[in-house]
């Protein structure tokens, strides 16, 4: 059964920092592509950053310099580093699976994931 747990959200002033992390589990993290996403109310989900199986990331446009997207194999984690956060930062994070590889120019949209989280809040006050 393929498990994804997201934590590390909370609410933070402008200018601070962030560590999601997501717990995996029922399948070979190691061979898939992960990615973070992320919807605030009203708005489309929207991809964040992505890792491929070949250890390519990609990132938006919006959080560039900004985020960093990490992986530990042996413990099965996925990453999100969020510096210099802003208030439109804020929104749902969900990190997601795809259980194959993934191509960088099709790594931030939602189609290609298999599997969703149940999400993280992340809530930045200016």
């Known amino acids: 059964q393929v498990q994804l747990v997201e934590s590390g959200g909370g609410s933070v002033q402008a200018g601070g920092s962030l560590r999601l992390s997501c717990a995996t589990s029922?399948?070979?993290?190691?061979?898939?592509?992960m990615g973070w996403f992320r919807q605030a109310p009203g708005a489309e989900r929207e991809g964040v950053a992505a890792i491929t199986l070949d250890v390519t990331t990609a990132y938006a446009d919006s959080v560039k310099g900004r985020f960093t997207i990490s992986k530990d194999n042996a413990k099965n984690t996925l990453y999100l580093q969020m510096n210099s956060l802003k208030p439109e930062d804020s929104a749902m994070y969900y990190c997601?699976?795809?259980?194959?590889?993934?191509?960088?120019?099709?790594?931030?949209?939602?189609?290609?994931?298999?599997?969703w989280g149940q999400g993280t809040q992340v809530t930045v006050s200016s």
């Open positions: 997601a699976a795809r259980l194959a590889g993934l191509g960088w120019s099709s790594a931030l949209q939602t189609n290609p994931y298999n599997y």
């Open positions: 029922g399948f070979t993290f190691s061979l898939s592509s």
